[in-house]
Protein backbone atom coordinates (compact mmCIF):
# COMPACT_ATOMS: atom_id res chain seq x y z
CA UNK A 1 0.00 0.00 0.00
CA UNK A 2 2.90 2.06 0.96
CA UNK A 3 4.69 2.12 -1.84
CA UNK A 4 1.51 2.39 -4.27
CA UNK A 5 1.36 5.65 -2.85
CA UNK A 6 4.58 6.48 -3.17
CA UNK A 7 4.67 5.73 -6.63
CA UNK A 8 1.44 7.95 -7.04
CA UNK A 9 2.68 10.68 -5.22
CA UNK A 10 6.07 10.49 -7.95
CA UNK A 11 3.68 10.44 -10.83
CA UNK A 12 2.23 13.58 -9.36
CA UNK A 13 5.41 15.61 -8.94
CA UNK A 14 6.37 14.36 -13.10
CA UNK A 15 3.48 15.94 -14.12
CA UNK A 16 3.35 18.72 -11.81
CA UNK A 17 7.03 19.51 -13.64
CA UNK A 18 5.90 18.84 -17.20
CA UNK A 19 2.46 21.23 -16.69
CA UNK A 20 4.95 23.74 -14.92
CA UNK A 21 7.36 23.25 -17.70
CA UNK A 22 4.37 24.66 -20.07
CA UNK A 23 3.48 27.49 -18.03
CA UNK A 24 6.90 28.64 -16.34
CA UNK A 25 7.16 31.84 -17.38
CA UNK A 26 3.77 33.20 -17.26
CA UNK A 27 4.07 31.72 -13.41
CA UNK A 28 7.08 33.80 -12.24
CA UNK A 29 5.85 36.65 -14.11
CA UNK A 30 2.75 36.26 -11.84
CA UNK A 31 4.77 35.78 -8.77
CA UNK A 32 7.21 38.77 -9.53
CA UNK A 33 4.10 40.66 -9.19
CA UNK A 34 3.55 40.14 -5.44
CA UNK A 35 6.89 41.57 -4.68
CA UNK A 36 6.80 43.71 -0.89
CA UNK A 37 9.30 45.31 0.28
CA UNK A 38 8.52 43.18 3.72
CA UNK A 39 8.27 40.03 1.72
CA UNK A 40 11.75 40.63 -0.14
CA UNK A 41 13.10 41.06 3.52
CA UNK A 42 11.60 38.00 4.38
CA UNK A 43 12.15 35.47 1.63
CA UNK A 44 16.60 36.90 1.84
CA UNK A 45 16.30 35.53 5.39
CA UNK A 46 14.87 32.66 4.53
CA UNK A 47 17.40 32.97 1.62
CA UNK A 48 20.29 32.93 3.68
CA UNK A 49 19.00 30.22 6.19
CA UNK A 50 18.99 28.16 3.12
CA UNK A 51 22.69 28.66 2.13
CA UNK A 52 25.03 25.21 1.66
CA UNK A 53 26.84 26.06 4.71
CA UNK A 54 24.29 27.00 7.54
CA UNK A 55 22.18 23.76 6.22
CA UNK A 56 25.09 21.85 7.11
CA UNK A 57 26.14 22.96 10.24
CA UNK A 58 22.81 23.01 11.46
CA UNK A 59 21.66 19.43 10.38
CA UNK A 60 25.19 18.24 11.82
CA UNK A 61 24.42 19.43 15.29
CA UNK A 62 21.17 18.21 15.19
CA UNK A 63 22.28 14.86 14.99
CA UNK A 64 25.36 15.32 17.10
CA UNK A 65 23.29 16.67 19.73
CA UNK A 66 21.35 13.35 19.94
CA UNK A 67 24.07 10.07 20.85
CA UNK A 68 21.57 7.49 19.13
CA UNK A 69 21.56 9.72 16.49
CA UNK A 70 24.84 10.11 15.72
CA UNK A 71 24.99 7.27 13.14
CA UNK A 72 23.15 9.05 10.91
CA UNK A 73 25.63 12.21 10.34
CA UNK A 74 27.75 10.21 7.61
CA UNK A 75 24.73 9.33 5.79
CA UNK A 76 23.66 12.93 5.60
CA UNK A 77 26.94 13.87 4.41
CA UNK A 78 26.46 11.91 2.01
CA UNK A 79 23.11 12.94 1.13
CA UNK A 80 24.40 16.68 0.55
CA UNK A 81 27.44 15.46 -1.38
CA UNK A 82 25.55 13.59 -3.86
CA UNK A 83 22.44 16.24 -4.13
CA UNK A 84 25.54 18.64 -4.98
CA UNK A 85 27.23 16.45 -7.53
CA UNK A 86 24.34 15.89 -9.17
CA UNK A 87 22.76 19.06 -9.26
CA UNK A 88 26.41 20.32 -10.54
CA UNK A 89 26.58 17.84 -13.73
CA UNK A 90 22.20 18.47 -14.48
CA UNK A 91 23.27 22.38 -14.17
CA UNK A 92 26.03 22.17 -16.58
CA UNK A 93 24.33 19.83 -19.09
CA UNK A 94 21.22 21.56 -19.08
CA UNK A 95 22.61 24.99 -18.90
CA UNK A 96 18.82 26.39 -18.37
CA UNK A 97 19.35 30.55 -18.61
CA UNK A 98 17.63 31.65 -14.86
CA UNK A 99 14.30 33.73 -15.50
CA UNK A 100 16.10 37.29 -14.40
CA UNK A 101 18.90 36.41 -17.16
CA UNK A 102 16.64 35.45 -19.68
CA UNK A 103 14.80 38.86 -19.40
CA UNK A 104 11.65 37.28 -17.98
CA UNK A 105 11.89 38.92 -14.69
CA UNK A 106 13.96 41.31 -12.45
CA UNK A 107 15.76 39.99 -9.35
CA UNK A 108 17.85 41.92 -6.33
CA UNK A 109 20.53 43.73 -7.42
CA UNK A 110 22.86 41.31 -4.37
CA UNK A 111 21.00 38.16 -6.04
CA UNK A 112 21.93 38.91 -9.29
CA UNK A 113 25.77 39.23 -8.62
CA UNK A 114 26.03 35.89 -6.97
CA UNK A 115 23.94 34.55 -9.98
CA UNK A 116 26.49 34.95 -13.08
CA UNK A 117 28.87 32.31 -11.91
CA UNK A 118 29.56 29.79 -15.39
CA UNK A 119 27.94 26.95 -13.94
CA UNK A 120 25.54 28.49 -11.61
CA UNK A 121 22.19 27.69 -14.15
CA UNK A 122 18.64 27.55 -13.35
CA UNK A 123 17.74 23.71 -13.72
CA UNK A 124 18.01 22.24 -10.78
CA UNK A 125 17.24 24.71 -7.80
CA UNK A 126 20.13 23.54 -6.10
CA UNK A 127 18.65 25.31 -2.94
CA UNK A 128 15.43 22.94 -3.11
CA UNK A 129 17.28 20.15 -3.71
CA UNK A 130 19.64 20.81 -0.43
CA UNK A 131 16.92 21.18 1.75
CA UNK A 132 14.41 18.26 0.05
CA UNK A 133 16.97 15.44 0.30
CA UNK A 134 17.48 15.80 4.10
CA UNK A 135 14.14 15.27 4.49
CA UNK A 136 13.87 11.54 4.40
CA UNK A 137 15.99 11.26 7.21
CA UNK A 138 14.93 14.19 9.61
CA UNK A 139 11.06 12.50 8.93
CA UNK A 140 12.50 9.09 10.47
CA UNK A 141 14.49 10.66 13.48
CA UNK A 142 13.20 13.60 14.29
CA UNK A 143 9.57 13.27 13.03
CA UNK A 144 8.13 16.00 15.35
CA UNK A 145 10.02 18.24 13.33
CA UNK A 146 8.40 16.56 10.06
CA UNK A 147 6.35 19.39 9.28
CA UNK A 148 8.51 22.52 10.63
CA UNK A 149 11.17 21.15 7.84
CA UNK A 150 8.34 20.42 4.92
CA UNK A 151 6.95 24.35 5.59
CA UNK A 152 10.87 25.07 5.36
CA UNK A 153 11.67 23.46 2.48
CA UNK A 154 8.00 24.55 0.36
CA UNK A 155 9.25 28.18 1.38
CA UNK A 156 12.82 27.86 0.57
CA UNK A 157 11.49 26.50 -2.90
CA UNK A 158 9.34 29.31 -3.16
CA UNK A 159 11.71 31.85 -2.48
CA UNK A 160 13.90 30.75 -5.86
CA UNK A 161 10.81 31.54 -7.86
CA UNK A 162 9.22 34.54 -5.98
CA UNK A 163 13.52 36.50 -6.70
CA UNK A 164 13.17 34.85 -10.45
CA UNK A 165 15.96 33.10 -9.75
CA UNK A 166 14.50 29.92 -10.81
CA UNK A 167 11.62 28.77 -13.03
CA UNK A 168 9.21 27.04 -11.03
CA UNK A 169 9.85 23.59 -12.92
CA UNK A 170 13.65 23.72 -11.30
CA UNK A 171 12.44 23.81 -8.03
CA UNK A 172 10.12 21.13 -7.63
CA UNK A 173 12.30 18.91 -10.70
CA UNK A 174 15.19 19.55 -7.57
CA UNK A 175 12.98 19.04 -4.61
CA UNK A 176 12.07 15.38 -6.28
CA UNK A 177 15.71 14.88 -7.18
CA UNK A 178 17.00 15.78 -3.68
CA UNK A 179 14.41 13.85 -1.99
CA UNK A 180 15.11 10.46 -4.10
CA UNK A 181 18.74 10.82 -3.03
CA UNK A 182 17.77 11.07 0.48
CA UNK A 183 15.58 8.31 0.08
CA UNK A 184 18.18 5.64 -1.62
CA UNK A 185 20.77 7.12 1.31
CA UNK A 186 18.57 5.86 4.19
CA UNK A 187 17.32 2.51 2.16
CA UNK A 188 21.12 1.68 1.38
CA UNK A 189 22.15 2.51 5.00
CA UNK A 190 19.20 0.30 6.45
CA UNK A 191 19.75 -3.33 4.25
CA UNK A 192 23.81 -2.68 4.58
CA UNK A 193 24.81 -0.76 8.12
CA UNK A 194 27.75 0.14 6.45
CA UNK A 195 27.99 3.90 8.21
CA UNK A 196 26.75 2.21 11.55
CA UNK A 197 29.87 -0.20 10.98
CA UNK A 198 32.40 2.40 10.30
CA UNK A 199 31.49 4.41 13.22
CA UNK A 200 31.47 1.27 15.37
CA UNK A 201 35.26 0.22 14.28
CA UNK A 202 36.57 4.02 14.22
CA UNK A 203 35.24 3.49 18.33
Known amino acids: MRNKREIFILAAVFISILVALYFDASIVRIISLIRT ?19 FFLLTSMFLWSENKR ?24 QRPRPFIAGIVSTLPNLMEKSFT ?54 IAGGLIGYIIGTIVIKYEKENRKFSSFLRQAH
Open 71 to 94: KWILPLWLTLFLSAVVGFLLKITV
Open 37 to 55: NFLNSFFLGITFLSSEIII
Open 118 to 171: TWNFSFPSFQSMLVFCALPILIKEFPKLKYFWITFAVLVAFSRVYFGLHFLSDV
